[in-house]
C-alpha cells in the first residue's frame, strides 16, 4: 500500500514538474518576436516594434506612453572598407568620444555574437550625460553590423538585459 502511494506521488510530482516547464517555455517563446530580414535575423520582446528605414532599423519600447522617452535599438551595416574589426571599432570609439561623449568614460570589451567577433562599447552622453548607449560591433565578410542600445541613463539598468538579448540573438544568414 505504501508503495503504492509513493508511485502515485512520482507520477503527479513528475506530472507537475513537467506542465510548469511547458508554461516556463511557452511563456519564454510568446514574450519575444522575431524579425527577419533578407541578411539576417533577430528577436525582440513584445510590446516593441520594429521599424524599417532606408539604410537601417529602429526596434522601439511601444510600452510606453507618448510624453516619456521611448527605448531604442538601431541596426545597420557598415562596409568596412578592408578595415579589420578593431580598426573599425577604433574608429567608431573615438567618434563616439569625440561628438557625443564630452568626458565621460567609456566601457569597452571583446564578445561572440553569432559565434563571430564582436566589440562592445558603453557610453554616456547628451545633456549632462543623460542618455546610455550600449553599442555592438560584429564584423562578417567585409562589412559590420552596428547595434546600438539607446535609453535614458535612469532607465539603464532597466533595459540592459534586453539591449544585450537582441544583440546576443542577432544572426547572419
Given at each position: 500500500m505504501l508503495i503504492q502511494i509513493n508511485i502515485k506521488k512520482m507520477k503527479i510530482t513528475g506530472l507537475l514538474a513537467?506542465?510548469?516547464?511547458?508554461?516556463?517555455?511557452c511563456r519564454s517563446i510568446s514574450q519575444t518576436n522575431t524579425?527577419?530580414?533578407?541578411?539576417?535575423?533577430?528577436?525582440?520582446?513584445?510590446?516593441?516594434?520594429?521599424?524599417e528605414n532606408q539604410t537601417y532599423l529602429d526596434v522601439v519600447n511601444n510600452n510606453r506612453s507618448k510624453d516619456q522617452a521611448k527605448e531604442l535599438v538601431t541596426?545597420?551595416?557598415?562596409?568596412?572598407?578592408?578595415?579589420?574589426?578593431e580598426k573599425c571599432f577604433e574608429?567608431?570609439?573615438?567618434?563616439?568620444?569625440?561628438?557625443q561623449h564630452q568626458g565621460k568614460s567609456i566601457e569597452t570589451g571583446s564578445t561572440i555574437i553569432d559565434n563571430r567577433n564582436a566589440k562592445w562599447m558603453q557610453y554616456q552622453f547628451g545633456h549632462e550625460h543623460s542618455i546610455t548607449s550600449l553599442t555592438f560591433l560584429i564584423y562578417n565578410n567585409n562589412e559590420f553590423y552596428?547595434?546600438?542600445?539607446?535609453?535614458?541613463?535612469?532607465?539603464?539598468?532597466?533595459?540592459?538585459?534586453?539591449?544585450?538579448?537582441?544583440?546576443?540573438?542577432?544572426?547572419?544568414k
Open positions: 513537467f506542465m510548469i516547464c511547458i508554461c516556463c517555455c524579425f527577419a530580414a533578407d541578411q539576417f535575423t533577430f528577436e525582440y520582446p513584445k510590446g516593441w516594434s520594429v521599424v541596426i545597420n551595416q557598415v562596409q568596412s572598407n578592408g578595415m579589420s574589426l574608429i567608431h570609439v573615438s567618434k563616439w568620444y569625440d561628438d552596428l547595434i546600438r542600445g539607446l535609453c535614458l541613463t535612469s532607465d539603464f539598468s532597466n533595459f540592459k538585459s534586453e539591449f544585450e538579448k537582441i544583440s546576443k540573438s542577432f544572426k547572419i
